[in-house]
Structures are given as C-alpha cells and as structure tokens.
C-alpha cells in the first residue's frame, strides 16, 4: 500500500499549527507499520536552512494553473525515514509566514495541482492521497475531473481530512476559471451558499472524509459546530469517521527533551517539582511550591474558550494558584493577560507568542493544564500536557471528549465540564485546585498521566484499516 501524505505543512520542515504535527508523526507511524507513506508539501522560504541543505533536486517541471503554466520546482528530501517531495515556486512561496496572503486560494490551487503533476516524475504511484484541509481540497476535484482517463491516475483514491471546519477556503466565483481552471459547468461542484467553498468540493469527490475525532465527527454534522457544512456532511455521512489524533512521543518525552530544565520520566518523576521551580523563576513569579501552577499554552482567541476564562479570572485568582500564560492572538485577550500580569505580578505570567521552547517548559513545569475549548477538533496540548505529568482541565468537546476523563470516572486523568459556561469551568478549576491540596492523591494522578500511551499506535491501525477498506 502506498500513501501520498499531502499536506501545506509538517513538522519539521514548516509549522503553525496542530496540523504540522500530525503530518509529521502519522506518516512515520505509518512506516513503522511497514505501510509506504511519503509526505508533499510547499518549499516554504522559511524552511530552516540545515534542511534545505539536505533536499535533492529532482527535476522541475510546469504545472497549470488555469490559463497559467507555473515553474515547479521538485525537491526530495528524509527525514526520520519518511520520505518528502517539496514544490519550489518562489512567487508563490517565498512570503513572510504560511497563510494569509491575499493569493491564497492560488497558491494552494497551484500546490494541490502539483501534487498530481509530479507523479510521474518522482517515480510514487500513491494508491491513496490523503488530503488535509482547505488548503489540498482542490485534489480529489483535479484527480476527477482533469486526470480520470490517465492510466497512471485511474485507480487513485483520495481521503480528505478536515482538521478544523472552520477554516474552508471561501472565496468568490471568478476562481472558478480564473484559478481553478474548471469548466463553467462544474462550477456547483465548488459553490456553496453563494461562493466557492473548496472545502465543500472536497468532501463531495473525496472517496473518504476523516476529521479528528470520533467526537468532532459526529458534532460537525450539527449546526453547532459545521459553520455551515452539516448538510454537505449529512449527505456524505457514509463517507465520514472520526480518528483521534496521536502525539508524536519521541518529539514530547519528558526523559530527553532538551527544552526542560530537568528530564523526568514516569519511573523518576522527582524532577518534574524542579521545572515547576524553574519556571516560576523564568517567568518571574514567586518560587512557591504548594501554590498550584496552572499552564496555558494556546492561540488567544475565542474559540479556544478564552471569554470563560476572562469572565472568571480574577475569581480564579482568589485562590493562592498561579497561572502562567503563552500565546498571541486577539487583541482584546493579550491586553487583559497583559493588565493581569500587571495586576497580579505574585499569581499571573505572560508571555505572548508562539514559542515551542517556552511550550515545553509550560507543560512540564505547569501542575494543571487549562483549555477550555468551544470547539476542539482534536487538541494535542492537552495530550502533551499530560505526557509531561500535567493534570487537564478541559470542556466536553472535541478529541477533548475522546482523550480527557474526569477524575469521577473510571480513568479519570483529568477535570472535564459540560456547558460552555465559565463557573462550571471555575467549578473545574475549584475540583483541581481542591485535589491539588492532597498531595498523595495529585501524585498518584501526575504518574497514571506520565504513563498513559497517547502516542500514534493505535490510530495509525486505524487509518491503515480505512486504507484498506478503500482499497478492496
Ligand atoms: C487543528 C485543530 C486541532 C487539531 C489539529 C490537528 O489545529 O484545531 O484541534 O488537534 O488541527 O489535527
């Protein structure tokens, strides 16, 4: 079985989000499994230099964009045994950060047509391409309506994977020719409720469609949660599951990671106090031991649950807890973590950005992890938190639902409420805090957490069974 693993990123080569994650631990899992997956993605400008050195030139050939005909350059490159086809074009990748350029929509169009245009060049017929997001939701349509009577293409099948729903690559309808190079006629392929919406397109000719989480399957099918797409989705149920994602275990082991202050392991915990330490120190909050420290390591914006936590922050705070935050987004939350820090210098650290070194010492040093998602398509801070011995404070949604227990439960290796609705979130934190206080019974909690199994094992079994039920 061969998979083309199609993704606009990965770690390591270019990362913003959950995304680059899981492309750069599914496909290595996969081999591990003696499945063929190799990975393609953009020759970003801004893939770091000592990688760039190790890419092979290949060839470069010229791919359609509509009317257009754009150089593509292909560079193969391993890592982790996990081969990677990278596609140069400059003016379309050379930008300052991955997305948010005005060209988007033809920068992916560009990207997702490659993918199939390389094929014969890089000597991989995938009998799959998996697709992810928005951003390759142009393959399945290019694969059907461009390349059916192709030999080479003919028996390809496409999963498309939507990593979260609301980011669906809506634009206006001159795409349609202008872009995408589709006919007229298939222009209601791509529209949806008044404009072209790729991620619609995709789940309609993709062969399959995962998200992940079984929980986030089944909530995307109601308005809730779809931003629009439930009835897309209703009618291509039969195509969709729900795989929870995995953390990549040798990228987030506490026993080597070099961002610690200390290594700890599940059979050597005792180290773990000493990051907390550490890191009250690095962050400038007093060195107590007995406060609990509460980590939140997020993008700051509302989805993420960030207006429960400003509607009861200062409550939160009443109690002798401290919170230590590191994220950037909206602007109405860094001013208040900004103000709070300010207020509180004892209970409150801020740090904005996104800064994986900082992350890491934020997950092992923290005592309880807090996210309190609106929506959570799968989440991997709340896996990485406890893979560091940290407890999670989490909503019931999402890869939360599928990945958190509450500690009243069989299981229970976290703090889980219901509602969206700050003072159940408070009560959670409350729960926490209050258990916090018995120290025998925190411990017992921190080891059960640093030896659960969150890594890819038994989700790569998973896809590899959708593969190959595709495939028969
Ligand atoms: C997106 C989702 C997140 C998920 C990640 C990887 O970033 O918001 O929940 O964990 O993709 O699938």
Not at 6 to 22: H, I, K, N, Q, R
Not at 183 to 212: G, S
Not at 413 to 430: C, I, K, P, R, T
């Amino acid at each position: 079985m061969k998979i083309l693993y199609a993704t606009s990123e990965a770690y390591p080569y270019a990362m913003s989000g959950g995304l680059a994650d899981v492309a750069g631990a599914l496909p290595k899992a996969l081999r591990r499994r003696l499945v063929g997956c190799r990975v393609v993605m953009p020759l970003y400008s801004s893939v770091p230099e000592e990688l760039k050195a190790d890419m092979k030139f290949i060839t470069s050939i010229t791919v359609p964009v509509s009317w257009r005909r754009q150089y593509c350059g292909i560079f193969e490159a391993k890592y982790n045994g996990v081969i990677y086809y990278l596609i140069d074009n400059q003016y379309y990748f050379k930008r300052e950060g991955l997305y948010g350029h005005y060209d988007d929509a033809e920068r992916f169009a560009f990207f997702s047509r490659a993918v199939l245009e390389i094929l014969p060049y890089i000597d991989y017929t995938p009998d799959i391409i998996h697709c992810n997001d928005w951003q390759t939701a142009m393959i399945p349509v290019f694969l059907d309506r461009f390349y059916c009577h192709d030999l080479r293409y003919l028996n390809i099948k496409t999963v498309f994977t939507i990593h979260n729903i609301q980011y669906q690559g809506k634009y206006g309808f001159e795409l349609v020719s202008d872009v995408l190079g589709l006919p007229e006629a298939d222009t209601p392929l791509v529209e949806y409720e008044d404009c072209v919406n790729l991620m619609k397109a995709a789940i309609e000719c993709a062969h399959r469609v995962t998200t992940v989480s079984p929980t986030y399957a089944y909530e995307i099918l109601t308005p809730e949660y779809s931003h629009g797409l439930h009835p897309i989705l209703e009618r291509n149920k039969h195509k969709l599951c729900g795989i929870v994602n995995g953390i990549d275990t040798v990228v987030y082991d506490p026993e080597t990671d070099k961002a610690l202050f200390e290594n700890f392991s599940a059979s050597a915990p005792e180290n773990k106090v000493v990051n907390k330490a550490k890191l009250q120190e690095y962050m400038g909050l007093p060195q107590k031991a007995d406060a609990p420290l509460i980590g939140i390591v997020s993008r700051l914006v509302g989805h993420k649950g960030f207006d429960l936590v400003k509607c009861v922050f200062e409550d939160m705070l009443k109690a002798d807890l401290q919170v230590a935050i590191l994220g950037s987004g909206d602007w109405e939350f860094e001013t208040f973590f900004y103000e709070m820090a300010k207020r509180y210098p004892d209970k409150v650290a801020f740090k904005p950005g996104f800064i994986p070194d900082l992350a890491r010492k934020i997950y092992a040093g923290a005592d309880i992890f807090l996210m309190p998602s609106k929506s959570e398509p799968c989440g991997l801070a709340q896996m990485i938190a406890l893979r560091y011995g940290t407890i999670p404070i989490v909503r019931k949604t999402g890869g939360l639902n599928d990945t958190i227990t509450d500690v009243s439960e069989d299981g229970g290796n976290g703090f889980v409420f219901q509602n969206y609705n700050a003072h159940e979130m408070l009560d959670s934190v409350w729960r926490a805090v209050g258990l916090y206080s018995d120290k025998e019974a925190w411990q017992a909690l921190r080891d059960n957490a640093l030896s659960i199994d969150n890594g890819w094992n038994i989700s790569a079994g998973r896809y590899i069974k959708l593969y190959k039920e595709l495939l028969s």
